[in-house]
């Protein structure tokens, strides 16, 4: 025991073992609801546009050296691979700006009840799958 | 009830509010969460105009995109974008980072290097921009 609140965990098991009492939510038994996944995934989601502003990055620094260097930052972006990073971060950007949004309605007091963060929750989801595909749409019609 | 068993009530004629001022995190605290808001603020318009951006760039040549960021308001823009978008995300990994990385030692480490790079990479973006635009 290295914490003192360690102590309100210490439980005995039937035969009289003592065991320390798991942390709830036990992540490996714990149902994952809506709430909880649209939560990792918005950390998930930041953490992942933080990687993909090391593209971005590529994208100016490349701009700014030569018209070579630059052909080559557009020929990766325009390769399967940059296509489908820049698919994943077209996502995660409405992913984290629409929830960004549903957190900023938190802050103000807004949309603490059930049936109302379950509602949104969906909406968040929706919002980004429908904003990722339009702006698809758009980017391969001008391509 | 007893006299002895009653619970010890103390009124205290004070806020909760006026107890934490001042002392340590109650005096500027929130300076970070608030930062993390404003920043949001301002990256919803600014990531939406990237979004339109990119797309006005899509398989754009070299001079394409000399001509595009060339002209102020871009420029502005991007500069804006670029201010924003790392400093909302070195406030948010270090959220990440304290909440997954434990121990004293490892925590300062990763925290150190982790902004240390976010703050390389907005000024490379910010000298490459400005390179491009003026």
Redesign the interface.
């Known amino acids: 025991m290295k914490d003192v609140r360690d102590a309100l965990m210490v439980a005995r098991t039937s035969d009289g073992r003592l065991v320390r009492r798991p942390l709830s939510p036990h992540l490996q038994v714990y149902r994952p609801q809506l709430t909880s996944v649209i939560s990792i995934f918005h950390r998930f989601t930041g953490v992942g546009l933080g990687f993909g502003t090391l593209l971005l990055t590529w994208w100016l620094v490349a701009a700014a050296t030569s018209p070579e260097a630059f052909a080559t930052v557009q020929g990766f972006i325009g390769s399967p691979i940059g296509l489908l990073l820049l698919f994943g971060w077209t996502f995660a950007l409405f992913y984290h700006l629409c929830n960004g949004v549903r957190h900023m309605a938190w802050d103000l007091g807004y949309g603490f009840e059930k049936t109302e963060y379950h509602r949104t929750g969906w909406t968040v989801v929706g919002a980004a799958c429908v904003l990722t595909v339009l702006v698809w749409i758009i980017g391969l019609v001008i391509w | 009830m007893s006299e002895a068993n009653r619970p010890v009530q103390v009124d205290i004629m004070r806020s909760q509010l006026g107890r934490a001022r001042g002392l340590g995190a109650a005096k500027s605290g929130a300076a970070q969460w608030w930062a993390q ?1 404003v920043t ?2 301002a ?2 318009p600014l ?2 105009w990237f ?1 339109c951006a ?3 760039l ?6 394409e ?2 001509a595009w ?1 060339g002209a102020p308001i871009p420029v502005v823009l991007f500069i804006a974008l670029v201010l924003a ?2 400093y909302h ?1 070195a406030l ?2 270090q959220v ?1 980072i304290e909440d997954y990385v434990h121990g004293e030692s490892a925590r300062l480490a990763t925290l150190l290097v982790t902004k240390g790079v ?1 703050f390389l ?1 907005a000024l ?2 910010l ?3 400005l ?2 635009g003026l």
């Open positions: 808001r949001a603020i990256l919803i990531s939406l979004v990119a797309l006005r899509v398989g754009a040549s070299h001079a995109m000399l960021i978008n790392f995300l948010g990994l990440v976010v990479l490379t973006c000298i490459s921009i390179k491009l």
